[in-house]
């Protein structure tokens, strides 16, 4: 019984090594043809980047940047977002979608940093949680961008490379969250993130994955299944 809880043990830790080192080549990779991959919700503040990432929910980012420029000329403090009201509010959101919700959340939030936070942003991951449409994405996303706090920034285009590259078995953000920051040193966790954004949007597209297009098919295990089960994809060519 001890050897085969021993062996297990030791097959596991080859595993994750295996996927340390995969994860270092992805971030190598992608690097080179994302050299200046980041966040591209066009902010000026972390309060800024706070209502913009509550909008930003099942909306675009480019659609987001187009809501707010008109936005932030009119509202400029959580006390501006209260006075003017949940209706006033859902009209100037309305292009990006579920604008009732957003905008009580956005209200609610306003109220909680004015009574708790004197009006400013707060700094780690337990208080930026208490607010109301803020969940780990979009915490880490502040902690960041805005505060130089490490965190793995998992939407829809970070979950689906995570998962195709072998790096998480899951569909839970959290539990892809906590894979991947097993996988790199912290410091790098932030852009990591950004990475397989720009990647998942320019080439690994959840429908028609541009495979002969990728740099990283060689470590991607979607792919490989790929080539087992149909014609055969031509790897993208590493002397680009």
């Known amino acids: 019984?001890?050897?085969?809880?021993?062996?297990?043990?030791?097959?596991?830790?080859?595993?994750?090594?295996?996927?340390?080192?995969?994860?270092?080549?992805v971030y190598i990779k992608l690097s080179q043809i994302y050299p200046d991959a980041h966040c591209t919700l066009n902010y000026h503040s972390p309060?800024?980047?706070l209502i913009m990432t509550i909008l930003a929910s099942q909306c675009t980012d480019e659609r987001v940047n187009q809501?707010?420029?008109?936005?932030?000329?009119?509202?400029?403090?959580?006390?501006?977002?209260?006075?003017?009201?949940?209706?006033q509010l859902e009209t100037l959101i309305r292009p990006v979608g579920?604008?009732?919700?957003?905008?009580?959340?956005?209200?609610?939030?306003?109220?909680?940093?004015i009574e708790k936070y004197a009006g400013e942003v707060p700094k780690?991951?337990?208080?930026?949680?208490?607010?109301?449409?803020?969940?780990?994405?979009?915490?880490n996303v502040i902690l960041g961008e805005c505060f130089k706090t490490p965190g793995i920034i998992v939407d829809t285009h970070?979950?689906?490379?995570?998962?195709?590259?072998?790096f998480t078995q899951s569909d839970n953000p959290n539990k892809i969250e906590l894979d991947l920051m097993k996988l790199l040193p912290p410091e790098n966790w932030t852009?990591?993130?950004?990475?397989?954004?720009?990647?998942?949007?320019?080439?690994?597209?959840?429908?028609?994955?541009?495979?002969?297009?990728?740099i990283i098919c060689d470590l991607c295990d979607f792919y490989k299944s790929q080539k087992l089960h149909r014609k055969e994809i031509k790897p993208y060519d590493k002397n680009y």
């Open 191 to 214: 852009f990591f993130s950004h990475l397989l954004v720009f990647h998942g949007r320019n080439i690994c597209h959840a429908r028609k994955p541009k495979c002969n297009e990728c």
């Open 67 to 87: 809501v707010c420029q008109t936005l932030f000329k009119k509202l400029k403090s959580p006390s501006d977002y209260i006075h003017i009201g949940q209706k």
């Open 158 to 166: 970070c979950g689906r490379l995570a998962k195709r590259l072998g």
């Open 98 to 113: 579920f604008y009732r919700n957003k905008a009580k959340h956005i209200i609610e939030t306003c109220k909680i940093l």
């Open 1 to 25: 019984m001890y050897e085969l809880r021993g062996y297990v043990n030791l097959v596991k830790r080859k595993e994750i090594n295996t996927l340390k080192e995969n994860a270092t080549q």
């Open 47 to 49: 309060f800024e980047l």
């Open 124 to 139: 780690t991951m337990d208080e930026l949680l208490s607010l109301s449409g803020v969940g780990r994405k979009t915490a």
